[in-house]
């Protein structure tokens, strides 16, 4: 791997690792400094690998440069060190030092609770989603901006508030209580499920998919299923939907970059061991009464991974869209419910469905009833396009749009 895809790769998948690790030694209340560190190391690896090359264990390098730099920042800060000391491991050969423990296993442990820690429920959720996708996951404030559709002013003022709040809380890096892990546990996976999403969709960006956010938020999730006070149905069902979802990853794009609508999609670039990794844990999921909109998203995505194109395997996606919205109602899950009914049904009744929704301001919206149009009013079809065209943001969504024009034009012409 080249450095400059390495370094972004390692990025993803140990900056959440050192900023965890170093947030512990720090206490919450400093996570800056420990962001700084972490994002000092990078810089460095950077600067370094650019001239001498990558080294032989990169993911070592960057623990030991990280570590170092800490005990920098310690032997500088006198004051610091002596109000932390106390929770702090001393090496026995070098008093004047201090342990970073970079073990496995505190790096699992420091990550979850880390989780934990910034969806504390004194934070409203879009704050403690805001937080997480930029302490835990080392987004940048224009990549959360992206993510909630809003400016950067707004997501600084946001986790500033944050981060001061979980100050005057005094929230500590530690496991919930037993009797808070369900409730607790919810805001974490709803941090998972947008960052999934993120990447999977990577709305408002030139970049259709992006592999490595998804790959990151996947592990987070699994890391949930494997300690035993997080496996719960909900964990596993979300994950089961990540692999669903990620199991057609190559063919989304055709190899120009451009969107490969799911009913154009080579099946044979469909993932076969993501897909039974996802029946494993739907399985997993199964136990108990509890039914989550992770269940039922996991559930329509298994439909999504059989191949045949039946009226059975659209109604039974139709019925689960319809408890979903039943459940916990959002406009894109009800404009998914119509592509799912003109499928199972017919178009006509679809398109009926889908004007009362009236979401005149969505791409998704136009570009949908543009499709279900086709065949059926090709002048309404191509304005609903054209519509769909204005209101696009990313390059791919815009290319694909464009294209579905011309080829009415040149079909009218």
Known sequence: MENQELIPHLFRTEYRKITAVLGKTFGLEHIEIAQDIASDTFLLASEMWAMKGAPDNPVAWLYTVARNK??????????????ISGQMVRNSEMDDEITIDLSTQNITDSQLQMMFAIC????????????AL???????????????LTNKETINKRLYRAREKLRTEKVK????AETEIE?????????LYLLFNEGFYSAGKDVTLRKDVCIEAMWLTKMLTENPGTNRPPANALLALMCFHASRFEARTNPQGETVLYQDQDDT????????????????ASCGRELSRYHLEAAIGYWHTIKADTAEKWEHILQYYNQLLVLEYSPIAALNRT???????????????AE?????????YHSLLGELYLGIDDGKALNYFKSALSLARSRADRQLLTEKIQRIGDHNG
């Not at 890096?173 to 919930?176: A, R, S």
């Not at 409730?183 to 941090?191: F, G, P």
């Not at 009362?356 to 998704?364: F, Q, S």
Request: proline share 4%; hydrophobic share 40%; with cysteine.
């Open 70 to 83: 800490t005990l920098d920042y310690l032997r500088r800060d006198k004051l610091f060190k002596e109000k």
């Open 120 to 131: 504390h429920p004194s934070l409203p959720v879009e704050s403690q989603i805001g937080l």
């Open 134 to 148: 930029n302490v835990l996951c080392g987004f940048g404030i224009n990549e959360i901006a992206g993510a909630f």
């Open 173 to 176: 890096m530690e496991f919930p």
């Open 183 to 191: 409730s607790r546990l919810d805001a974490v996976l709803k941090t």
């Open 269 to 284: 670039l469909w993932d076969s061991a993501l897909i039974s990794r996802g029946e494993y844990y739907l399985n997993r």
């Open 339 to 353: 592509y799912a009914l003109a499928k199972a049904r017919s178009k006509p009744e679809a398109i009926r469905e």
């Open 356 to 364: 009362k929704l009236n979401l005149a301001d969505n791409h998704l």
